[in-house]
């Protein structure tokens, strides 16, 4: 199997490419370790994973 | 496209990745971190449990980039003006290397998407208050306040101010008189801050046609203009040293520097332009690099009360 010569645009545009292949790859690992974090830190489950009564539930953001 | 327009482009200079960062203006997005990470963390210490590490860094990178995409949307806006100043005519878009519209619509995705990112790790205050940022700095203070009053940088400030209020209530959900107190010591610190940089950068905004105090009214009331700004910043960043986020460390900190800011106007109130041009704006500049040093000691020591929370020695 034969590969051609890069062509000169994608010489001159490899850094481009390469920063936004890892923007995305970053974008994606923080994404994934968001939803970690959303999901072991749930507001309204107690530690054994039953809902929290009503009444013991937190205002507020996090 | 077609390969003449590739042609074109080698020759103005192919954009590289480092182009687009650029366009986020870096330099800005550093005290955009600074303060909106000391805003989150004043505001965990005193929360009980604090915040979770992870959303906290997810947070402040939400806000650095709604930041950075203020700055675009700006650059985008203001190209024709960047052109003409030599200090900013090296950008990505007057040295052609990146292309208007291409910086809109880079600018217009990363609003979009650090404010839903923001809103879904915490919540819809601080989403609300980054969008109300992004929308302030791109549209109040580029469109319109820039190139319309001299007072555009007081006004304009605010959207520098913003990101401590919203590392804030990245953290309560809330707006607090000390998260508006930080927004309030950002706020008043800009005038003086960019007054004294306009003071030896006259002719750049003069030839741009941006009504800077210095052109439209004179370096005279300019200097009077920086010396009256120090006096309620004064009294806003010790008032800041009362509150929740205040405690022995910052208020000794903030009585210091803002001493030393006060006699560093009065300095400058006391120059005439002869005496200024002799020593090519030593004390004008002087006063411009200590009044950065001024916002991050506020800042610092406001971080230092937050960390020493967890011993019983921070605060009050």
């Given at each position: 199997m034969a590969f051609r010569e890069p062509h000169d645009l994608h010489k001159r545009r490899w850094s481009r490419n390469l920063g936004l292949g890892?923007?995305?790859?970053?974008?994606?690992?923080l994404v994934f370790g968001l939803t970690i974090v959303k999901v072991t830190n749930d507001p309204l489950r107690l530690d054994n994973g039953q809902l929290k009564p009503a009444s013991a539930l937190d205002q507020g953001g996090n | 496209?077609?390969?003449?327009?590739?042609?074109?482009?080698?020759?103005?200079?192919?954009?590289?990745?480092?182009?687009?960062?650029?366009?986020?203006?870096?330099?800005?997005?550093?005290?955009?971190?600074?303060?909106?990470?000391?805003?989150?963390?004043?505001?965990?210490?005193?929360?009980p449990g604090g915040v979770h590490p992870f959303i906290a860094f997810f947070a402040v990178l939400c806000i650095a980039i709604g930041g950075g995409a203020s700055g675009a949307l700006n650059m985008w806006y203001d190209a024709d003006i960047d052109r003409v100043m030599k200090r900013t005519s090296g950008r990505p878009i007057p040295s052609g290397r990146v292309q208007p519209e291409e910086a809109l619509a880079i600018g217009l995705t990363l609003s979009g998407f650090s404010v839903v990112m923001l809103g879904l790790a915490t919540n819809w205050v601080a989403a609300a208050l980054l969008a109300f940022t992004i929308f302030f700095y791109a549209v109040i203070y580029t469109m319109w306040l820039k190139r319309w009053t001299p007072q555009?940088?007081?006004?304009?400030?605010?959207?520098?101010?913003?990101?401590?209020?919203?590392?804030?209530?990245?953290?309560?959900?809330?707006?607090?008189?000390a998260s508006v107190l930080m927004f309030g010591l950002t706020f008043l610190?800009?005038?003086?801050?960019?007054?004294?940089?306009?003071?030896?950068?006259?002719?750049?905004?003069?030839?741009?046609?941006?009504?800077?105090l210095t052109v439209t009214h004179g370096?005279?009331?300019?200097?009077?203009?920086?010396?009256?700004?120090?006096?309620?910043?004064?009294?806003?960043?010790?008032?800041?040293?009362?509150?929740?986020?205040?405690?022995p460390i910052y208020l000794t900190a903030a009585v210091v520097m803002n001493l030393l800011f006060v006699k560093g106007a009065w300095d400058i109130l006391r120059r005439d332009e002869a005496t200024a041009e002799a020593d090519k704006y030593k004390v004008e500049k002087r006063y411009f690099a200590f009044s950065l040093l001024y916002l991050f000691v506020h800042f610092g020591a406001i971080l230092a009360e937050a960390a020493l929370r967890p011993w019983g020695m921070g605060g009050w």
């Open positions: 890892i923007v995305l790859a970053v974008f994606v690992a | 496209m077609t390969d003449a327009s590739f042609e074109t482009q080698t020759e103005t200079g192919e954009a590289q990745f480092g182009d687009y960062v650029a366009l986020l203006k870096p330099r800005v997005m550093s005290l955009v971190v600074f303060t909106a990470a000391v805003g989150l963390l004043a505001a965990a210490a005193t929360v555009n940088i007081v006004i304009g400030g605010a959207a520098g101010a913003f990101p401590p209020m919203i590392g804030w209530a990245a953290v309560t959900g809330d707006i607090t008189l610190w800009t005038p003086p801050h960019f007054w004294a940089l306009a003071l030896f950068m006259n002719s750049d905004y003069e030839k741009a046609g941006v009504p800077m370096r005279r009331t300019t200097r009077r203009h920086i010396f009256a700004y120090t006096f309620p910043l004064a009294a806003l960043a010790i008032g800041l040293g009362f509150t929740t986020v205040g405690g």
